[in-house]
C-alpha cells in the first residue's frame, strides 16, 4: 500500500508466547489474522440470517453455534497452515498442484459470489445508517464503498491490519444488547445443549443458511492469503517448507489466534440469536430478511438503546467485512493470474491486484442502484458460496495431506478428521439447500 513514510519493523508475534500467564498486550499482537477473520464472518448478511434464526425459532437454533464452532476452527485453521507453509494462498497452492479448469471455476464463482455479497452488505450499512441519520441512502452507499476502497489501496498494510482489529470492537455490540434485554436461561440452555430437530422445510432451510454463513469460502482464501502477507511483512519469517525450525511457534501462534477468532465470531452469532429470541420472537415478531429490518424491530420492544447499538454494530461490522470480501476475492484472482499481490506492495507494484479490489468493491456499490433485489442477491450469494464452499474444502483438506506441498507439516490426527468431517456436513447442508429449494 503507498505510504509516504517507511514504518518501523513490527514486532513479530511468533516470538511471543500467547500461553496462559502472558501478558495481555503480547496476547493481543499474537490475534491477527484469525480474528479479523472470525470478526469478518458476522457481516451485515450473516447479522441478518442469524436474526432470522433468532426471530423465527427463538432458543431453537443456537445449538449451531457449539456445533459450528470445532468444525470453523479446524477449517480456518488448517486454511492458516496452508498459507504459512508453503508462502501461497490457496489459489496459489489450486494453480501449482492442480488442473487448471478446477482454479478458473473456483474462481470465477468466488467472485461472482463475493462481489454480490460485498453489494448487500453495502446496501444493510446504507440502511442501518438511514436509521441513525437523516440522509439519502446512495450517500451512505458511495460513502463506505470510497472508505473500504482507501483503507485496502492507500494505507501501509500494518495500519490497514491495525484498522481491522480495531474494527473488530464493533461486534461488542451485541454483547452490549443482550445486557438490555430479559433473557430466559432455561430455553436457552435447552435450546443450546438439547437440540431439537424439526423436518419443516423453513426449519432445515434455516439451518442451512446459519451453516453457509459460518463456514464460507471467502474466509479460507482471506486467512490462508494474510498468512502469506505476514510472511512479507515480518522479516524473520520463511515459509515452513523452507524454514521448518519456525514450525512450533508459528503453529502455536496460528491455533491461538483461530482458536480465538471463531469462538468470539460464534459468541456474537449467539448474542445475535439470543437477542432477538427474547425480543422480537418472543412478541410475535417472526419474519425478518435484513439486518437494518432487525435492529428497526428492536426499538419498539427492547428500547432506544439495544436498536442503537445493533444498528452500530450493522456499520462496524460492513466497514470490517467488505474489505475482506473484496480482498479475499483479488488474493484468488491475482494468485491464479500470477500477478504481483498483497496489500503490503504498493498499488504502483500491484495495479492489477488493487483494481480487482477497487473494481468489486464499485460492482457492488452499482448493485445497490440497478433495482436487483437485495433479498434474491442474497439468497444467491448463499447459494454460491454453499457450492464454492464443498470443492474448496475438498481440495485444502487434499493438499493439507500432501507432504510434497505441506513437507513435514502435514495436517494430521484430529483436526484432519474435523476438518473432513466440516467438509462433509457442508456437502450435506448444499444437498440439503438444493432440495428444499426445489
Not at 516470538?15 to 451485515?44: C, E, F, H, N, Y
Not at 470465477?108 to 439519502?136: Q, V
Not at 482489529?165 to 455490540?173: S, V
Not at 456436513?425 to 444437498?431: R, Y
Amino acid at each position: 500500500m503507498a505510504s509516504a513514510d517507511t514504518p518501523r519493523v513490527p514486532d513479530d508475534p511468533e516470538r511471543a508466547d500467547p500461553v496462559v500467564g502472558t501478558s495481555k498486550p503480547q496476547l493481543l499482537q499474537v490475534l491477527g489474522p484469525g480474528l479479523i477473520t472470525g470478526a469478518s464472518d458476522d457481516d451485515p448478511s450473516g447479522i441478518a440470517t442469524y436474526s432470522q434464526a433468532g426471530a423465527q425459532f427463538g432458543y431453537g437454533l443456537t445449538w449451531t453455534m457449539l456445533f459450528t464452532y470445532p468444525l470453523m476452527a479446524a477449517v480456518q485453521m488448517i486454511s492458516a497452515r496452508v498459507g504459512r507453509t508453503t508462502g501461497r494462498g490457496i489459489a496459489g497452492n489450486l494453480r501449482v498442484h492442480y488442473p487448471a479448469w478446477i482454479l478458473q471455476w473456483v474462481v470465477a464463482l468466488l467472485l461472482i459470489a463475493n462481489t454480490i455479497n460485498l453489494g448487500a452488505d453495502l446496501g444493510a450499512m446504507a440502511d442501518a445508517s438511514r436509521l441513525l441519520l437523516p440522509a439519502p441512502a446512495w450517500l451512505f452507499i458511495v460513502l463506505f464503498a470510497a472508505i473500504c476502497v482507501y483503507m485496502q489501496v492507500f494505507l501501509q498494510y500494518t495500519r490497514y491490519v491495525a484498522v481491522l482489529k480495531w474494527l473488530t470492537l464493533a461486534l461488542f455490540a451485541y454483547f452490549a444488547a443482550i445486557v438490555t434485554i430479559h433473557i430466559d436461561w432455561r430455553d436457552l440452555a435447552s435450546g443450546l445443549f438439547l437440540p431439537k430437530f424439526d423436518k419443516a422445510k423453513e426449519y432445515l432451510t434455516t439451518i442451512v443458511a446459519v451453516f453457509g454463513t459460518t463456514i464460507s469460502p471467502y474466509l479460507f482464501f482471506w486467512q490462508a492469503a494474510e498468512e502469506v502477507e505476514d510472511i512479507k511483512a515480518y522479516p524473520h519469517r520463511n515459509d515452513l517448507v523452507d524454514a521448518p525450525e519456525q514450525g512450533r511457534a508459528a503453529l502455536r501462534r496460528i491455533e491461538v489466534d483461530t482458536l480465538v477468532g471463531m469462538a468470539f465470531s460464534n459468541l456474537v452469532a449467539l448474542a445475535i440469536m439470543v437477542t432477538t429470541a427474547a425480543t422480537l420472537h418472543k412478541n410475535g415478531v417472526t419474519s425478518i430478511e435484513t439486518s437494518a429490518q432487525a435492529a428497526e424491530a428492536l426499538r419498539p420492544i427492547a428500547g432506544q438503546f439495544a436498536f442503537l447499538v445493533f444498528a452500530l454494530g450493522i456499520i462496524g461490522t460492513g466497514l470490517l467485512a467488505v474489505p475482506v470480501l473484496a480482498g479475499s476475492g483479488a488474493y484468488a484472482l491475482g494468485e491464479a493470474r500470477r500477478w504481483p499481490t498483497g496489500f503490503s506492495r504498493n498499488w504502483q507494484e500491484a495495479k492489477a491486484f488493487y483494481a480487482t479490489v477497487a473494481l468489486a468493491t464499485l460492482v457492488g456499490m452499482v448493485m445497490n442502484f440497478s433495482g436487483l433485489d437485495p433479498i434474491k442477491a442474497l439468497y444467491w450469494s448463499a447459494v454460491l458460496n454453499g457450492i464454492v464452499a464443498v470443492p474448496v474444502m475438498v481440495m485444502m483438506m487434499m493438499m493439507a495431506a500432501r507432504s510434497d506441498i505441506m513437507g513435514r507439516f502435514v495436517v494430521a490426527g484430529a483436526l484432519k478428521w474435523l476438518g473432513w468431517i466440516a467438509t462433509a456436513v457442508m456437502a450435506a447442508a448444499v444437498v440439503a439447500m438444493l432440495v428444499t429449494s426445489f
